[in-house]
């Protein structure tokens, strides 16, 4: 098999930044809070981006909305994704103290779910040129990196993935993140390559590969497939972050175990006790997906009201499958 670092490996250009590897961490709800973010970059991922955050909400100061922004200096580039429809939103946001520490922000031009296309935002964006260009405008006003993460259009008859890449880029996007699914797939199916392919024959900056990416053979065909610039990994980086040492050659002497005793004190650290279980709870069972005899751990797990006791669930369900 090719590997992915002897044939695709690099560190990228997006606009004045330089990532140390071509392969991102999506952006993904309830999931890439700072713990997540830093264990990714630490096993080789050159970006990894905060869930979206509503540019609204941080224009009317909306408190759950800016916990969301939590970072520390152990995060280097930081990555915001912003999501909304309102321009000037988006230009506050950016020029605005929130997200003062973040480098780089990602605009949600992808999220199918049904409120969001309802208000104009995620990828309805994609059926209007016109607004999304305003919206990258506003953004690049702020001297930030500016990125768009997309999907090729609405549905099989709405694909506008080419014209939209180009706007992206007019409108002086450094990069964007392509998902081949179109809206109508949700988060089902296969992606298509030809629509990531076609991004990226239409645009000079860097395009990269989105969608079903759960093995290094995944990310190889990715590549071959699109010409993309890079991968970005989603539902399988949750499930398994150690991919990004394997796809970067990063060494690491990390086992899921002792990633997730790592993520468990990094959570203790930013979030109050109640948040820091509820998070581990949840990427713990990600880490179980499809991991024999994990059924009695993770009931354990759910029934665990303490910190303490979680930790030591986990070591017992995850010790003996890792010995
Ligand atoms: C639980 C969940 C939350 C997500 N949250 C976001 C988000 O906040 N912003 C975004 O752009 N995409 C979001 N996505 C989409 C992913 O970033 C990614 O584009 C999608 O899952 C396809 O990649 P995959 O097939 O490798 O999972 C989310 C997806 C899931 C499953």
Do not use: W
Request: aromatic residues 8%.
């Amino acid at each position: 098999m090719k590997r992915f670092r002897e044939s695709y490996l690099k560190k990228l250009h997006i606009g004045s930044l330089t990532t140390e590897s071509n392969v991102f961490m999506a952006p993904l709800a309830g999931y890439t809070g700072y713990p997540f973010r830093v264990m990714c970059r630490k096993l080789g991922a050159g970006l990894c981006f905060t869930e979206m955050v509503s540019a609204n909400g941080l224009k009317y100061n909306d408190l759950a909305t800016a916990k969301l922004l939590y970072t520390d200096a152990a995060e280097s580039p930081k990555a915001v994704q912003l999501l909304g429809c309102v321009p000037s939103a988006f230009e506050y946001a950016c020029k605005g103290s929130y997200t003062a520490d973040y480098a780089v922000v990602d605009i949600n031009m992808g999220c199918p779910v049904p409120n969001i296309i309802k208000n104009g935002e995620g990828c309805a964006l994609t059926g209007n040129l016109p607004l999304a260009a305003r919206i990258i405008e506003a953004c690049k006003r702020s001297g930030k990196v500016v990125t768009v993460k997309c999907r090729p259009g609405m549905n099989p008859d709405k694909i506008v993935i080419t014209e939209f890449a180009r706007m992206c880029e007019d409108s002086g996007a450094d990069m964007i993140t392509v998902h081949g699914r179109t809206r109508n797939m949700m988060y089902d199916g296969e992606p298509v390559y030809e629509y990531i392919a076609a991004a990226k024959r239409a645009v000079h900056i860097p395009v990269i590969a989105n969608g079903g990416i759960c093995s290094e053979e995944d990310a190889v065909r990715m590549m071959e497939n699109t010409g993309a610039d890079g991968v970005m990994l989603a539902r399988y980086g949750l499930e398994n972050p150690l991919i990004f040492a394997q796809l970067t050659g990063r060494e690491t002497g990390d086992t899921k175990l002792s990633l997730l005793m790592e993520q468990a004190d990094l959570a203790e650290s930013c979030f109050d006790e109640l948040a820091a279980m509820d998070y581990i709870k949840k990427l713990a069972s990600y880490f179980m997906k499809r991991m024999p005899g994990t059924k009695s751990g993770r009931q354990a797990m759910y029934q665990c009201g303490n910190m303490q006791g979680l930790r030591a669930i986990l070591v017992q369900a995850f010790a003996e499958t890792e010995a």
